[in-house]
């Protein structure tokens, strides 16, 4: 998909377009998200690649159901697949009506289709039925049943093929499967009656009610988090507490529109947890808030075909700006609880008052990291959603306000960028140990930043 979409894929008028960098909004319109293409309209208007989407899109949707339980790697896309927008959204509850939620679940599209892309291994890991012990006075499962029923064929698949393998210790990795086939078959079954608004059983509730709990015994603080949920990952409770943050690089483009080698690396990764709040009706009680963990998804694009690893990755998280996308600023608030500022949003049928524009829509220049810096430091930029694309010139300066070297100058769509110096000049020569300023000069907007230098 992202290698149709970009030069020297698209002709328009005769002529090749030269669109540098696909968008991962293709990736999931491809995989069947008619939402999407509504994020996508100013780049398809920019670069008129829309004859190539929809001919992947064509090609996506011919295939027949078998298709998509050949391999492993079939069955998570198909079960992502679920998670779109239905074309009728009258019966769901009112939050599932808003496009803040189906941002959300664009959001989590994209963020496990980062994680196939890093390892084609399943991440959300092993299942298990924990002791009856803490009850929540009530519980929600997410009513998308499509989604549980591929998960189930998905996880039924994957303990056929690992039974048949002639390995003398699987690891219970069949088990695992078999438990969470099981998992996903009762979720379907709440979901369904969620949709439908008629009552859970009790066998239902006892389910829930063991989603998750502290302590081996009880809710004693005595250990790490069990039940069903904690058991879903691989190896149990004990790993949900790894941090388990990956990176991809998924496209390269050696040279910008204008032919200059840029050596870009588009890549899509994953970070923490963010906790989702959920208000909906229940049948015993009316409105009632819920809270529950979902992915976050992000993108960064390097220069100097500088391709990240899971380590750099983990590394520089914490010291750089998150590199999310502007439409998850529709329902995701900052550490604060404010909003994260003006991004794009999908029409339907339910509208939601639009957020505060508390955070600046210009471009950020962020801290290098590391600093203080011996061989080589990473900057990072964030070019703003607002149009296409956007002038941006990068250059250091020496702390007598002597041009010491030019990192950037050219056009960038939005997006997060990092950029690497490697200590030199722009003749080569390496400079020495000092203080040095990182300046973003796009379009009239001037930010700086100080470096340190120590050889």
Not at 111 to 129: G, I, M, P, V
Not at 314 to 338: C, E, I, K, M
Request: charged share 20%.
């Amino acid at each position: 998909v992202t290698g149709s979409v970009v030069y020297d894929k698209i002709v328009y008028q005769n002529s090749k377009v030269r669109r540098m960098l696909p968008s991962t909004q293709d990736v999931v319109f491809a995989l069947g998200n008619d939402a999407s293409a509504q994020l996508l309209v100013p780049e398809l208007d920019s670069y008129h690649y829309a004859t190539n989407l929809a001919a992947l899109r064509y090609l996506v949707d011919s295939y027949e159901p078998q298709f998509w339980k050949t391999t492993f790697y079939n069955g998570w896309l198909n079960a992502v697949r679920s998670l779109t927008p239905p074309q009728q959204r009258d019966g769901l509850p009112a939050f599932m009506r808003t496009a803040a939620w189906w941002q959300e679940k664009l959001n989590t599209q994209l963020a496990s289709w980062a994680e196939l892309r890093h390892d084609n291994l399943l991440y959300a890991k092993q299942s298990y039925t924990g002791i009856p012990a803490c009850s929540y006075p009530f519980a929600y499962v997410e009513p998308i049943p499509e989604f549980y029923k591929r998960i189930a064929v998905l996880a039924d698949t994957a303990s056929v093929y690992f039974q048949r393998l002639s390995i003398a210790d699987m690891g219970g990795v069949p088990q695992y499967f078999e438990e969470m086939k099981l998992t996903a078959d009762t979720l379907t079954a709440i979901a369904e009656k969620e949709l439908a608004g008629s009552g859970l059983d009790e066998s239902e509730k006892g389910f829930l009610r063991r989603t998750m709990y502290l302590g081996p015994f009880g809710c004693s603080r005595g250990g790490g988090p069990n039940g069903w949920y904690a058991d879903l990952y691989y190896g149990g409770p004990p790993s949900t507490t790894e941090q388990n943050t990956v990176v991809a690089d998924v496209h390269t483009s050696p040279a910008d529109a204008a032919g200059n080698m840029v050596g870009w690396v588009l890549h899509a990764g994953t970070g923490p947890l963010n906790m989702a709040f959920v208000v909906t009706d229940m049948p015993e009680a009316g409105p009632v808030a819920f809270v529950g963990p979902v992915l976050s998804y992000y993108e960064q694009v390097t220069t100097n075909f500088k391709r990240l690893t899971d380590e750099e990755w983990q590394a520089q998280f914490a010291a750089l700006t998150a590199a999310r996308p502007s439409w998850v600023n529709l329902y995701l608030a900052d550490a604060s609880g404010r909003s994260r500022g003006e991004g794009q949003t999908l029409v339907t049928g339910v509208r939601i008052n639009p957020p505060d524009q508390s955070l600046p829509q210009s471009a950020l220049l962020a801290q290098n990291y590391p600093n203080p810096f011996n061989s080589s430091t990473m900057i990072q930029i964030v070019v703003p959603g607002l149009k296409v694309s956007t002038n941006v010139d990068l250059s250091l300066y020496d702390i007598q306000g002597r041009l010491v070297r030019r990192l950037l100058r050219q056009a960038l769509s939005p997006g997060s960028y990092l950029v690497r110096w490697d200590g030199r000049a722009g003749d080569g020569r390496a400079v020495a140990s000092g203080v040095y300023v990182s300046r973003l000069n796009t379009e009239g907007s001037v930010q700086t930043r100080k470096m340190a230098l120590l050889r």
